[in-house]
C-alpha cells in the first residue's frame, strides 16, 4: 500500500521575515534555524520519509535551489526536485507535480507540505496523516490538518468545521481570510475553528479532476504537457509554459470553491516558525527569558530577546526587552519583536539603500 504514498514538499518560498539570516540566495529552509544540527528542509524530508517511501517524495522549489536541495539532501535524485521556472504561487506548482505524479502512477494518494513547520511528535504526525490517506482511498475528498488554535492569533486563516460531526475526519464548512483580534476571539469561542496550516492530503485523482472543473485554463495549460512530463522534454515545456500560469494560491484556487473538503484536528505540536517571533516561542529560553541561537550571551538588564549569531559568537545586552538581534556577516539587525512584521519593509529599504546584494 505505501508505493501509493506520495509528498510533495514545499520548499520555494523566500522566508524574508527571517531576514537577514534568510536571503533570496539562500531561504531560511535550507537553514539550522534552531541549532539543532538539522536544516528545515532536512527535518522535513526526514519526518515525511517516516511513512512514505523516500523515492515518492518530490521537492518543489524555484530552479535557483536546485543544487542547495541535492547537496542538503544527498538520498534524493534530480528525478524528485521539480523545478519552478518562475515564482507563481501554490496552485500551479502543486498542479504541475500532480500531473507528474499521476503520470507514475495513478493510485498514488499524497500530502502538500511546507519545508518550513516545527513538529515534534513526528509519530502522532505520522498515524494523522495516514488517517486521512486511507480516507482519501476510499472517499472523493479534499483534506487539510487543522491546528488547534491556542490563542487568538491574527496571523493565520481559519478553518470552520462542521460543529455536529463527531467523527475524527470533519466536513469543513468553510474557510475564513486571517481575522482581526476581536473575530479571532470570536472563532475560538464558538469552539470549531482551527488554525489553516496549508497541509493538505488527496488522492491524484480527487486533486486533478477538481483543478478540471475549478481551474479549467490553468488545467489545460499544464495538461497539455502531459507527454513530455517525467521525460527529457519536460525543462523545455515547464520553461516555455509556466510562466504563463496564473498566480493564484491552491486555497483560493480549488479549496474555498469545493465541497468535499474535509479537515482533521491535528494531535501533534506545530509550529510555523514564520517569523523571529515564533521561533523565540518555539525554542527554549535561558533563565533571563531569551531564547539564543548559536551565541554565547552575557545579559544584563535583558529578558525576551531572539538572540541568533555565528557560533559561540560572544553577544553583551544590556537593557533591552524584546528585540530581535541577529548577527550575518555584513549585516547587524536589532529591531523591536513587536515589529518585525515589520522586516520585509526593511529588508525593501536595506536593498534600496545599499545594493540588492543584501537580500
Request: proline share 4%; glycine share 6%; aromatic share 12%.
Amino acid at each position: 500500500m505505501k508505493k501509493n504514498y506520495y509528498a510533495i514538499l514545499m520548499a520555494g518560498g523566500v522566508g524574508s521575515r527571517f531576514w537577514p539570516v534568510s536571503t533570496e540566495e539562500f531561504p531560511k529552509q535550507f537553514h539550522d534555524m534552531l541549532g539543532t544540527g538539522d536544516t528545515l528542509i532536512q527535518k522535513t524530508f526526514h519526518r515525511l520519509a517516516k511513512l512514505i517511501p523516500q523515492e515518492n517524495i518530490f521537492i518543489l522549489t524555484n530552479e535557483r535551489y536546485n543544487d542547495l536541495v541535492l547537496e542538503q539532501l544527498p538520498e534524493v535524485t534530480q528525478r524528485q526536485v521539480v523545478l519552478e521556472p518562475a515564482m507563481r504561487n501554490t496552485a500551479p506548482c502543486i498542479l504541475y507535480a500532480s500531473l507528474k505524479i499521476q503520470k507514475e502512477n495513478p493510485d498514488a494518494v499524497m500530502i502538500v507540505a511546507p519545508s518550513d513547520h516545527w513538529i515534534e511528535d513526528e509519530d502522532t504526525f505520522s498515524k494523522n496523516v495516514e488517517q486521512a490517506f486511507e480516507f482519501c482511498s476510499e472517499n472523493d475528498a479534499l483534506m487539510t490538518l487543522g491546528i488547534q488554535p491556542t490563542f487568538p492569533n491574527t496571523g493565520y486563516g481559519y478553518i470552520e468545521y462542521d460543529k455536529a460531526s463527531a467523527e475524527a475526519i470533519k466536513p469543513v464548512n468553510q474557510f475564513r481570510e486571517k481575522p482581526d483580534y476581536e473575530t479571532a476571539k470570536a472563532f475560538i469561542s464558538q469552539g470549531n475553528f482551527l488554525w489553516n496550516a496549508g497541509i493538505f492530503m488527496w488522492s491524484v485523482k480527487t486533486v486533478l479532476n477538481t483543478f478540471q472543473k475549478n481551474q479549467p485554463e490553468l488545467f489545460e495549460l499544464f495538461e497539455s504537457g502531459i507527454s513530455a512530463y517525467n521525460t527529457d522534454a519536460e525543462t523545455d515545456f515547464i520553461k516555455e509554459n509556466y510562466p504563463k500560469a496564473k498566480n493564484i494560491s491552491v486555497d483560493y484556487a480549488i479549496m474555498e470553491k469545493s465541497k468535499n473538503v474535509y479537515v482533521i484536528a491535528a494531535e501533534f505540536d506545530w509550529n510555523d516558525l514564520g517569523t523571529w517571533g515564533s521561533l523565540y516561542d518555539k525554542l527554549d529560553k535561558t533563565k533571563n527569558g531569551n531564547a539564543v541561537v548559536n551565541a554565547r550571551v552575557l545579559p544584563e538588564d535583558a529578558s525576551g530577546n531572539m538572540i541568533r549569531t555565528k557560533k559561540d559568537k560572544i553577544v553583551v545586552v544590556d537593557g533591552l526587552q524584546d528585540y530581535i538581534i541577529v548577527d550575518k556577516e555584513e549585516v547587524l539587525l536589532i529591531f523591536p519583536k513587536s515589529k518585525e512584521q515589520d522586516i520585509k519593509k526593511v529588508l525593501q529599504n536595506v536593498k534600496d539603500e545599499f545594493g540588492e546584494q543584501y537580500g
